[in-house]
């Protein structure tokens, strides 16, 4: 029997989809079935961050409402065979799939599945609610702004209030420079802010661009900050105990030049 | 031409950007959190005619405990109209 865990952050654009796409490959590629479930219907984008937008026949929302059997709709990824991803509808609304079937869903894939990962559109209406239905466990993002941090305030509460107690939080694309010039809020002001478990936190990094150009996710580009940030995000997923990466980073020469002329 | 100094010496004020994220952070979550469980106020209230009972006489329904946001400050205001003041505290004779 698998676990069910959705990724939310109720403001949009913090990076859930990169998130689920990373989080979902980075647990594939150590041997885990996965199934990643898009369930932002009407903006459909999963598939497109994990390179898989010219296999899709069927969607969600077809399965829901019978039109296909659920393995049909069911797209293998290209590089790891534990890995699949159940697109969300792009021509239909938001109504179209109600909490019940959502619910329904998450059973049947959790029979077959370690994870499903349900990868929630922003906001707090019918999507989300459909998103944390038949989710166990859930995960919320935010990034290092004002914004970002009210709004996952706000998810943690209506997570709480619907019987997902514990969310856990990753602070995504973090400026460990403006953070040192006291221009971000560091990791310690979010997690005294919002008072729940840290899960992650993952740098900006310019190849997370570039990967999503390519359809390739970052977290099996070694080189990728970022990427070493999701596996160890996975790694504390399935359990195990990992520091949080050191987020300096090698400032270059302009840095190490004014360092020894003692500008720093 | 000093705060650029300061930035590249990388020293962080009192008054960096920061700090002003956190505050009104704080300020709108003490709100938000407030106004998306009016439970919370319903007790406070509730809770405030038990101990003030202890002392006086209040109109319960004229009672009035509301957050009132100034300026760098949000206050909790408590507006409660006094019917009666007991002459001896007396616990017993309370609520």
């Known amino acids: 029997m698998g676990e069910v865990l959705v990724i939310t952050s109720g403001k949009g654009g913090v990076g859930k989809t990169t998130t689920?796409?990373?989080?979902?490959?980075?647990?594939?590629?150590?041997?885990?079935?996965?199934?990643?479930?898009?369930?932002?219907?009407?903006?459909?984008?999963?598939?497109?961050?994990?390179g898989l937008e010219n296999r899709i026949v069927y969607d969600i929302v077809d399965v829901a409402n019978g039109s296909c059997r659920l393995k049909q709709a069911l797209i293998k990824d290209k590089r790891f065979d534990g890995l699949y991803l159940l697109?969300?509808?792009?021509?239909?609304?938001?109504?179209a799939l109600t909490t019940d079937q959502m619910v329904e869903l998450c059973e049947s894939l959790k029979k077959d599945f370690d994870y499903v990962i349900i990868?929630?559109?922003?906001?707090?209406?019918?999507?989300?609610?459909?998103?944390?239905?038949?989710?166990?466990?859930?995960?919320?993002?935010?990034?290092?702004?004002?914004?970002?941090?009210?709004?996952?305030?706000?998810?943690?509460?209506?997570?709480?209030?619907?019987?997902?107690?514990?969310?856990?939080?990753?602070?995504n694309r973090l400026r460990p420079q403006m953070v040192k010039h006291g221009d971000m809020m560091d990791i310690d002001d979010i997690i005294d802010i919002l008072a729940v478990r840290l899960l992650g936190v993952v740098p900006e990094d310019e190849l997370i661009v570039v990967s999503t150009n390519k359809g390739e996710p970052a977290v099996l580009d070694n080189k990728s900050r970022a990427g070493e940030a999701y596996r160890n995000i996975i790694k504390r997923i399935v359990?195990?105990?990992?520091?949080?990466m050191n987020m300096e980073i090698n400032?270059?020469?302009?840095?190490?030049?004014?360092?020894?002329v003692g500008m720093r | 031409m000093l705060q650029l100094l300061q930035r590249l010496l990388?020293?962080?004020?009192?008054?960096?950007?920061?700090?002003?994220?956190?505050?009104?952070?704080?300020?709108?979550?003490?709100?938000?959190?407030?106004?998306?469980?009016?439970?919370?106020?319903?007790?406070?209230?509730?809770?405030l005619i038990d101990v003030i009972s202890d002392y006086m006489e209040i109109d319960e329904d004229g009672l009035d405990v509301n957050f009132c946001n100034e300026d760098k400050s949000l206050a909790l205001v408590a507006n409660i109209p006094i019917l009666k003041m007991k002459r001896t505290y007396n616990k017993a004779n309370g609520a």
């Open chain 2, 10 to 47: 990388g020293k962080t004020e009192p008054d960096c950007s920061k700090n002003v994220a956190k505050e009104r952070l704080r300020l709108v979550l003490v709100q938000d959190r407030c106004s998306i469980s009016p439970h919370i106020l319903e007790s406070l209230k509730e809770d």
């Open chain 1, 239 to 244: 359990g195990e105990e990992v520091p949080i």
């Open chain 1, 20 to 50: 689920v796409a990373n989080v979902g490959t980075g647990l594939a590629k150590e041997g885990h079935d996965v199934v990643l479930i898009d369930t932002d219907i009407g903006l459909r984008n999963l598939d497109v961050v994990l």
């Open chain 1, 119 to 171: 990868d929630c559109p922003a906001g707090i209406e019918q999507g989300f609610k459909n998103a944390i239905a038949g989710a166990e466990r859930a995960v919320v993002l935010t990034t290092p702004e004002v914004a970002a941090v009210r709004d996952a305030d706000r998810v943690i509460g209506l997570l709480e209030a619907a019987g997902i107690t514990d969310p856990e939080l990753i602070i």
């Open chain 1, 87 to 95: 697109p969300a509808a792009q021509t239909k609304e938001k109504t």
């Open chain 1, 251 to 260: 400032e270059g020469i302009m840095a190490f030049l004014k360092k020894i």
